[in-house]
T-cell receptor, first 112, second 112 residues
Framework: AQSVTQPDIHITVSEGASLELRCNYSYGATPYLFWYVQSPGQGLQLLLKYFSGDTLVQGIKGFEAEFKRSQSSFNLRKPSVHWSDAAEYFCAVGAGNTPLVFGKGTRLSVIA | DAGVIQSPRHEVTEMGQEVTLRCKPISGHDYLFWYRQTMMRGLELLIYFNNNVPIDDSGMPEDRFSAKMPNASFSTLKIQPSEPRDSAVYFC??????????FGSGTRLTVV
C-alpha cells in the first residue's frame, strides 16, 4: 500500500536561512508526487508536482523539490525562508486517477 | 474561477443532531474528494466520486456518514447522528485527469 512519511513534525528556521523538508514515500508504481502548503484556517494549496522528466521541479513561492527514485524521496527546499512561509507542509503521492495519500505534515515556524 | 466552495465555514452542533456539509467543485473537474483532517489522524480520505458516481467509500468511518453527488456541481456530506468524535475540519477537493487537485477552505465542525 502506498504511504508517505514526513519525519519532521515541526521545524524552526531563521528568516533568510535555507530550508529542507523531508518526504519519503512507498509506492508500487511510478508515483506522482506533490507538495502542498496549508496556512492556518485555510485549505491546502499546491506548491509543486512531479509526474516525470526532470527530477528537479520548480514551484510557486520560490520552492523546489527533487525526486530521488533510489531514495524514495521528494524533499522540498527553499534557499531563503521568509516569515510568510510559516505554515504546515504536506507531501502527497498518487498515480493515475487514484486519490492522493498525504503525509502527516511538517509544521514550519520562522523566527526573526 | 471561484475555486472549490464549501459551506458552512464553521458548524457547531449538539451531539445527536444531523449535520450537512456542502461542496461546489470547480466546473469541468470530474473527480471530487472528501477528506477529514484531525490532529491525531492527519488528512483522511473519506470518499471520492468520478463523474458524480461514488468510486470508493471505504474511508467513511461509519454508517452515520453518507455522501451524495446529485450533479456535477454539488456534493454533500451528511453525518446523522453526529458525535463529539466527529469534530474535525472537513475538506472537499476537486480534480481533473491531470491531477489539478484544488481544495476548498474547509468546514470546521464542532460537535458538543
Amino acid at each position: 500500500a502506498q504511504s508517505v512519511t514526513q519525519p519532521d513534525i515541526h521545524i524552526t528556521v531563521s528568516e533568510g536561512a535555507s530550508l529542507e523538508l523531508r518526504c519519503n514515500y512507498s509506492y508500487g508504481a511510478t508515483p506522482y508526487l506533490f507538495w502542498y502548503v496549508q496556512s492556518p484556517g485555510q485549505g491546502l494549496q499546491l506548491l509543486l508536482k512531479y509526474f516525470s522528466g526532470d527530477t528537479l521541479v520548480q514551484g510557486i513561492k520560490g520552492f523546489e523539490a527533487e525526486f530521488k527514485r533510489s531514495q524514495s524521496s521528494f524533499n522540498l527546499r527553499k534557499p531563503s525562508v521568509h516569515w510568510s512561509d510559516a505554515a504546515e507542509y504536506f507531501c502527497a503521492v498518487g498515480a493515475g486517477n487514484t486519490p492522493l495519500v498525504f503525509g502527516k505534515g511538517t509544521r514550519l515556524s520562522v523566527i526573526a | 474561477d471561484a475555486g472549490v466552495i464549501q459551506s458552512p465555514r464553521h458548524e457547531v452542533t449538539e451531539m445527536g443532531q444531523e449535520v450537512t456539509l456542502r461542496c461546489k467543485p470547480i466546473s469541468g473537474h470530474d473527480y471530487l474528494f472528501w477528506y477529514r483532517q484531525t490532529m491525531m489522524r492527519g488528512l483522511e480520505l473519506l470518499i471520492y466520486f468520478n463523474n458524480n458516481v461514488p468510486i470508493d467509500d471505504s474511508g467513511m468511518p461509519e454508517d452515520r456518514f453518507s455522501a451524495k453527488m446529485p450533479n456535477a456541481s454539488f456534493s454533500t456530506l451528511k453525518i446523522q447522528p453526529s458525535e463529539p468524535r466527529d469534530s474535525a475540519v472537513y475538506f472537499c477537493a476537486s480534480s481533473s485527469r491531470n491531477y489539478g487537485y484544488t481544495f476548498g477552505s474547509g468546514t470546521r465542525l464542532t460537535v458538543v
